[in-house]
């Protein structure tokens, strides 16, 4: 089935520094992907998309290119604050074939500690 | 243009109980779609509603259901509460079938 990878947590930074978060997914087709954003006690904002290889989507910040030939959509951002503590999720928005439905797929979520 | 609004935002209820959670979309958002997050599974989707039918629904057992009304809004309802339905309930809207969802504050619901 359908499946989204990203790289374990926690991460820890100090203020300033770079980020990258790994993520790869397996799936039937070109999914569009997502970098979605939680800060404690909240639900999920959306934080980029790219819906076709080779897009980047970039927002506040932060930059991820959707790479078809490594089925990658790894989210850096060059100077992260101690306001981008929270924890990120990868998805990807799948087909569930014969119903014409889509649904998002999941990594495990990134915990970002950024330390002044 | 209002965000994705779930009411209540916090439950409490003992085994065996019933809930019903409440989402109403985006304005002019047709799409409804609801997740499960808990600690050990992380988010797993739970059904896609569309123009009032439910068009999908993940592997989860019969006591998880829901529906959607004419104006979009879309409530989940999970009987026979178990300890493990404990989880913060997220719910998504798109404009349509297959777009970008967007999420609300979630329901977060605490068994006993």
């Known amino acids: 089935g359908d499946s989204v990878t990203q790289m374990e947590g926690p991460v820890t930074l100090s203020e300033e520094a770079f980020l990258t978060i790994n993520c790869t997914y397996t799936a039937t087709g070109y999914p569009s992907l997502f970098w979605y954003v939680q800060y404690p006690g909240e639900g999920l904002q959306l934080l980029l998309k790219?819906?076709?290889?080779?897009d980047k989507g970039s927002n506040k910040g932060f930059e991820a290119t959707y790479r078809k030939e490594t089925t990658s959509f790894h989210l850096e951002k060059g100077s992260v604050q101690v306001s981008d503590s929270a924890v990120y999720f990868c998805?990807?928005?799948?087909?569930?074939?014969?119903?014409?439905?889509?649904?998002?797929?999941f990594g495990k979520g990134t915990k970002l500690s950024v330390i002044p | 243009k209002a965000g994705v609004t779930q009411t209540p935002r916090y439950l409490i209820k003992t085994r065996g109980q019933q809930v019903t959670l409440s989402c109403s979309p985006i304005?002019?958002?047709?799409?409804v779609s609801w997740y499960q997050q808990t600690p050990g599974q992380g988010l797993q989707f739970l059904f896609e509603y569309f123009s009032e039918t439910q068009r999908n629904k993940g592997n989860f057992p019969g006591r998880f259901s829901g529906r959607q009304f004419s104006n979009s809004r879309s409530e989940m309802n999970v009987s026979t509460l178990e300890l493990g339905d404990s989880a913060l309930y997220l719910c998504?809207?798109?404009?349509?079938?297959?777009?970008?969802?967007?999420f609300g504050p979630g329901t977060r619901l605490l068994v006993l």
């Open positions: 790219a819906t076709k290889a080779d």
């Open positions: 998504a809207s798109s404009r349509g079938v297959g777009e970008t969802q967007y």
């Open positions: 998805a990807a928005l799948t087909l569930y074939s014969g119903a014409g439905s889509y649904q998002l797929t």
């Open positions: 304005s002019g958002h047709r799409s």
